[in-house]
């Protein structure tokens, strides 16, 4: 579509004098704003009638790409489909016209999905309790951090100050650390993604006593589940420090296994990844923690009353509806999908690492690398077909990465479109290379210049009429 309510803003489809309001009749009197606080002009709002606002805005809104009108295979950071039976529960009026500061009487219901929501992660993690404070994966790995920090801290043990980060972990980790105060220590991975048991041994064996914690994400970063924890939860502890889990995208774990019983002491998990919230755009979210028993009084005030309520009550929703028999299905589920996809297309997509993934895998770009064509070609031309593309170029261990993460929740129809549709990028790449490389052709804009975008944002129209 290409008419004037498209492609404008809404300023310029501003008529002096149009309206699309009418405003109340002022009950209240006048109040005298101050002279010296009034405005010299008049606001530069745009003037419009309800009709060209309506359809600006819902033309505009068809520009968006999501789970609710696609698939969105992005690897690394869940993106499933959200019930809407959340959505109704969330925003229930005895629940969304709650006010923090009514009387703790009134808010016993509220108080009790609280306290009912953080019993289901214990039991989900094999954890002893949660706080539901955290607004976000990263404000977790933060929150969990701290009470690593005043768990050593409570013991004297002050030296404790270095975190072992895995180097495929996701860049929260190393970030949430450094905000927290406590200095990076890298671990290699071994040429299967895994942690590299000699290096943390060699580290460990040099640095144990200032070790304050190993942050894990399992399966890692490659989709892959670390075998190897028992042995290095061991070492870690040996040597006095605490096993921290990235729960972020739990859902492979969910009737699988649990990091309480792995010998993890604090982890948090993404309440809008793993139990439903839709999250694109950057929020809202809920990054719950969790931690064994005896560490719990270190739980840190880091937001105010219950953290995104109502990203609660959506887990909590969520929960209750799968209910213990159907959550056990979640991981396999997700595992099935994602191993459906990879054995599909790796005789034309190269896999680096074969075997038996998780929720997701990773591609390193198309197995013929003679047509010139990328893994960004690939992703664009995906736009052209309707899917959102795949996370690309992470991780930094492949040079062509594509990373695929399918969710438990797709449908075999859907997964098997989503596979013609990959094997014929893979044809066209042969026979038609040009096509792929100058992706996408059927979106409102081609293809854009990252670099520069990033280099010279111009994030006002002004900018943009300017340059
Ligand atoms: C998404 C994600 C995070 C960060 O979560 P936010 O809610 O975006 O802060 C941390 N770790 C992993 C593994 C993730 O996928």
Same mark, same amino acid.
């Given at each position: &579509? ?12 501003s ?9 109340? !009749? ?12 009034r /405005?010299?002009?008049?606001?530069a ?8 606002v ?6 505009l ?5 999501g ?10 950071c869940?993106? !499933?489909?959200?019930? !809407?039976?959340? %959505? ?19 808010t016993k ?5 609280c306290?009912? $929501? ?12 949660f706080t539901l404070?955290?607004?976000a994966?990263?404000h977790?790995?933060?929150?969990? $951090? ?8 409570? /013991?004297?043990?002050?030296? /404790? ?7 495929s972990?996701h ?7 450094a905000v927290?105060?406590l ?9 299967? +993604?895994?942690v ?8 460990l064996?040099?640095? +144990? ?6 942050? &894990? ?14 042995a290095? %939860?061991?070492? #870690? ?29 604090v ?10 919230t ?8 809920? =990054? ?13 005030e880091?937001?105010?009353?219950? +953290? ?15 209910? /213990? @028999?159907?959550?056990k ?20 997509y190269?896999l ?12 390193? =770009? ?45 449908? $075999? @129809? ?12 893979? $044809? ?30 111009? #994030?006002?129209?002004?900018?943009? !009429?300017?340059?």
């Open positions: &579509m290409n008419n004037r309510l498209y492609g404008n803003l809404i300023f310029e489809l008529q002096p004098g149009r309206k699309g309001y009418s405003l109340p !009749k002022n009950r209240f009197g006048d109040y005298h704003v101050p002279q010296e606080l /405005r010299q002009e008049d606001a709002l745009p003037e419009c009638d309800e009709m060209t309506v359809r600006h805005y819902t033309n809104s068809a520009n968006n790409f789970v609710d009108n696609g698939f969105y295979p992005l690897g690394s869940t993106m !499933k489909y959200n019930p !809407k039976l959340n %959505e109704e529960m969330a925003a229930l009026p005895q629940f969304a016209n709650l006010h923090p500061l009514q009387p703790a009487e009134t219901g509220a108080e009790a999905v306290t009912l $929501l953080c019993r289901a992660l214990c039991e989900l993690t094999g954890l002893h309790a404070k955290p607004f994966g990263a977790g790995e933060l929150t969990g $951090l701290m009470v690593i920090k005043r768990y050593h801290e409570s /013991r004297s043990d002050d030296k /404790r100050r270095l975190v072992i980060v895995p180097d972990a860049g929260t980790n190393p970030a949430s650390a927290c105060g200095d990076i220590v890298e671990v290699k991975s071994l040429s299967d +993604g895994t590299d048991l000699e290096s943390l041994q060699t580290l064996s040099q640095q +144990g006593e200032n070790i304050a914690a190993m942050m &894990m994400t399992n399966p890692n970063t490659l989709g892959l589940f670390e075998r190897q924890i028992p290095i %939860e061991k070492l #870690v502890h040996d040597c006095g420090g605490l096993m921290y889990y990235d729960g972020a995208n739990l859902n492979p774990m969910l009737g699988a296994c649990r990091p309480g019983d792995m010998g993890f002491d982890m948090h998990i993404n309440l809008h990844k793993t139990f439903s839709p999250h694109g755009g950057g929020g809202p979210g809920a =990054g719950p923690v969790g931690v064994r028993e005896g560490l719990e009084q270190f739980f840190p880091v937001s105010p009353y219950h +953290g995104n309520f109502a990203v609660a009550i959506r887990a909590y929703a969520y929960i209750l509806s799968l209910g /213990r @028999e159907h959550i299905e979640v991981g396999p589920l997700a595992t099935l999908n994602a191993n459906y996809i990879k054995e599909q297309l790796k005789d034309v190269e680096p690492i074969d075997g038996l993934c998780k929720h997701e895998f990773v591609f390193d =770009g198309l197995k013929d690398k003679s047509t010139g064509v990328t893994t960004m070609d690939v992703a664009k031309r995906l736009l052209d077909y309707g899917y959102h593309a795949p996370t690309i170029y992470f991780p930094l261990l492949f040079h062509e990465s594509l990373m695929i993460e399918p969710t438990e929740n797709e449908s $075999l @129809e859907t997964i098997s479109e989503f596979i013609q549709v990959m094997r014929q990028i893979a $044809l066209e790449a042969k026979t038609d290379p040009e096509l792929v490389k100058s992706a996408p052709h059927n979106t409102p804009i081609g293809r854009v210049d990252d670099v520069l975008a990033a280099k010279h944002p111009m #994030v006002t129209y002004r900018q943009l !009429k300017e340059a």
